[in-house]
């Protein structure tokens, strides 16, 4: 990868490479990033970078070079990832009960995923090697129903590291491993301590991770951390319509609804075509008018969409109150808002008052938490379809059709 295939970060590649030009690489690395703001292929740009042949022979004029040269044999290898020198670990699932699974066991798998889905998240991995496994590939991972297997970087992954990395490198000089989601270490990660404090010469730990406080302190206190920023909404923007051709308009709403997060992006864009105005006004109509029956049958309905859609939906419902809550304020037209938005959320302020709508938006981001967190999907919308309607109901003559 290169590092021009990383969306922005443009201060925090160019602090990358004065480290490389000016020798003072440390010999691990924590990049921490959110979801979505490309950590992980900030890393494989960066490895390609190092083993670059043009980089690390200074085979150059005085311009020391911005980007890897993406042609030499180095830069092939790196970025098919079947570079000698540049090693992954990454969590997996064991495939029966009482295997021993090491990262390099779904080495084909992950050489997929990164092609497909750069920006994915853990969720997003698991579920691919789990399709994989079940020989169903052609569904998005984020519509794929889930498995419950949880992942890790296992024991035998740290004898497998230490192994690799006492080994000579074969080609650059380099060694580097790129641990991604070092979060999934577990305990197991202590095992890796000492090779971090004292690793062989010429070798790099690169550990990409999403949430740096769920990492072992003891690794924590031994790597210097570089902290990613999310892109920004324009270069999502751009990234949108250079990346995947959506039309300007499209990638500006998305863009903005998207909180920064680049897979959150792509995630509702795949979802682009689905009816959430539909679904939630059936919703508010089942709470509202239509009574228990219906809502009951609109819970099964939702039960059944999977928790990343649930999550969507629920998004989209929050997004429209808060258009609702930025109309109400600002007392003016929304010019960039589509119509059927528009005309939604201006309903959304003759029914409910500020207060009502400020509550529900604590229920829903409550909601998203406890669905990330694996809650029983029939059993959180019932729960948050009483609530709802407690707090709607205050408005006696609400009429949402
Ligand atoms: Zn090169």
Redo the contacts with the bound molecule.
């Keep these: 990868m290169l590092f021009s295939q990383v969306i922005g970060q443009q201060e925090i590649k160019a602090k990358l490479r004065n480290l490389v030009e000016h020798n003072r690489l440390s010999h691990a690395l924590l990049v921490q990033a959110p979801e979505g703001a490309g950590g992980l292929p900030l890393a494989l740009a960066f490895s390609?970078y190092i083993?670059?042949?043009?980089?690390s022979e200074r085979s150059f004029g005085n311009d020391f070079p911005a980007e890897?040269?993406?042609?030499?044999?180095?830069?092939?290898k790196?970025s098919q990832m079947i570079h000698p020198d540049i090693h992954y670990s990454y969590p997996v699932v064991s495939k029966k009960p009482g295997d021993k699974p090491v990262s390099a066991d779904f080495i084909a798998d992950w050489r997929e995923f990164i092609s497909l889905f750069p920006y994915g998240n853990i969720f997003d991995w698991l579920q691919f090697i789990q399709q994989a496994e079940d020989g169903k590939k052609d569904i998005n991972p984020q519509d794929y129903k889930p498995g419950n297997k949880q992942g890790n970087i296992t024991a035998h992954e740290c004898h497998e590291i230490n192994r690799k990395l006492s080994l000579k490198s074969f080609e650059s000089g380099y060694k580097i491993l790129i641990m991604w989601m070092p979060e999934y270490l577990g305990n197991e990660g202590n095992r890796l301590l000492k090779l971090i404090e004292e690793p062989p010469a010429d070798t790099l730990f690169l550990l990409v991770s999403e949430n740096e406080s769920l990492i072992l302190p003891t690794i924590l206190s031994r790597v210097q951390i570089i902290r990613l920023p999310r892109p920004s909404v324009s270069e999502i923007q751009d990234a949108l319509v250079s990346r995947s051709g959506v039309a300007p308009e499209q990638a500006r709403q998305l863009a903005a609804v998207c909180e920064q997060n680049y897979r959150e992006a792509l995630n509702q864009l795949q979802h682009a075509q689905d009816d959430w105005q539909g679904l939630l006004r059936e919703w508010l109509n089942a709470i509202l008018k239509t009574g228990p029956v219906a809502q009951v049958k609109w819970v099964d309905e939702i039960s059944r969409i999977g928790r990343e859609k649930q999550k969507q939906f629920l998004q989209y419902f929050i997004h429209l109150l808060e258009q609702a809550i930025r109309l109400r304020m600002m007392d003016r037209e929304a010019e960039d808002l589509p119509e059927t938005e528009k005309d939604f959320a201006n309903r959304l302020n003759k029914t409910t008052d500020l207060a009502a709508q400020q509550a529900i938006v604590k229920e829903l981001n409550k909601s998203i938490y406890f669905i990330e967190r694996n809650a029983h999907a029939k059993m959180l919308f019932h729960a948050l379809t009483i609530r709802l309607y407690h707090i709607l109901a205050a408005r006696e003559e609400a009429v949402l059709t």
């Design positions: 390609q083993v670059c042949d043009r980089v890897s040269c993406g042609i030499c044999p180095a830069c092939i790196a």
